[in-house]
């Protein structure tokens, strides 16, 4: 799949390439859009990179990050093969994964539970309607950024992806409201969990318009009862998100805007949210730059508890990258990139600071 960029617009985003004539959401890798039919087709992706942090964390783990969370080691953010399966009225995908990213996210995941990126089995209701019923594990479309690394305008992930699911189980309804507008439904086990940790069900929303070829417009929620063993003190979950994607010429970019909000027993509702803006210009046609601001806030703690043990969580960050396009399936990126709090959130040689910064470079291959 060939990339196509991307230029997003204020509060939210999601930067993706693909190479037909409208902009592609890709805020998750799974699309559902099908292009074989009757017959099954294999895909491959291999993200590599090495990561240097200059706060030279313990262990080598690279805190708040599943994504290229490795400190100086030359690894495998993401490996998987893709095999799908298309007909007129059946369609299925399997998509087991390896790498860092599942090593770090998959973390309360059971057993083989913890390599599925995507398994799921779907039909279409009806012969002449394009409406789509799946069961299975999906590519959540939260925010405007997947783990799939090459769709993306930045290489490393922004704060916004790495706190909402990048997974769901669950059942998926996929309904065409017009030619410029999908809806799609979702009945979850709960907020990225395949296993799920208590008795209830969640719902997820999910509007995707197109005005143009080059604008897409996103909008999605999420409620559930997120209640656990690990914390019992949580309750009903609202949340959500609002991203735009527009591109054309040389110019893409993104934003995304969201904004939780978290019950608790005895205790009032715990509020987190975030805002990202990225862009990237295209120098030649092999070669762009890339730029990203971000803010995230957690205060009372729902998804980030700081490492240094300060109360609440806050930070700021920005990036300055450079990508080459080696061949159509192939990317080399190098990004620098600079965290900043009003906390000390973050850690250098046993001490506490508001500040740490990240060198990455990456090699990415796609077939």
Known sequence: MIMKKVLALILSGSLHMAGWSQVVNTATMDTTD???????????YIDTYYAY??????????????????????????????????????RGKFVPGFGTYINANYANESLSLKNIVEASAGVKLW?????????????SP???ESAISKDHLAYTRSFAPEYVPYYLSGIKLS??????????????????????VNANKSIGTQLEYRPSDYLLINWNTYLGNERSSQRTEFGTRYFTDLFFI???????????????SQQRTNLANAIWWQINLIGRYDVTDKISVSGRVEYFSDPEEVHIAPVTGVSGFSSYSS??????????????????????????VYERNDEEVKNSNLLTTSITLWF
């Not at 099908?34 to 491959?44: D, N, S």
């Open 34 to 44: 099908f292009r074989y039919q009757g017959k099954v087709t294999i895909e491959g």
């Open 53 to 90: 942090d200059f706060n030279k964390p313990k262990a080598g783990n690279r805190p708040y990050f599943v994504s290229m969370a490795r400190h100086n080691e030359f690894t495998i953010n993401l490996a998987y093969i893709s095999v799908k399966y298309s007909s007129a009225r059946l």
């Open 127 to 139: 012969n002449n309607k394009n409406i789509w019923f799946d069961v299975g594990v999906f590519g």
């Open 142 to 144: 939260y925010t405007n």
């Open 175 to 196: 309904v065409p409201l017009s030619a410029k507008l999908n809806a799609y439904f979702y009945l979850l086990n709960g907020w990225q969990q395949i296993q799920d």
């Open 246 to 260: 527009y591109t054309k010429r040389k110019w893409s970019a993104t934003a995304c805007y969201y904004i939780g």
């Open 319 to 344: 990036s300055l990258g450079v990508n080459y396009k080696v061949a159509e399936n192939i990317l080399f990126r190098t990004e620098g990139r600079t965290f900043f709090s009003d906390r000390d």
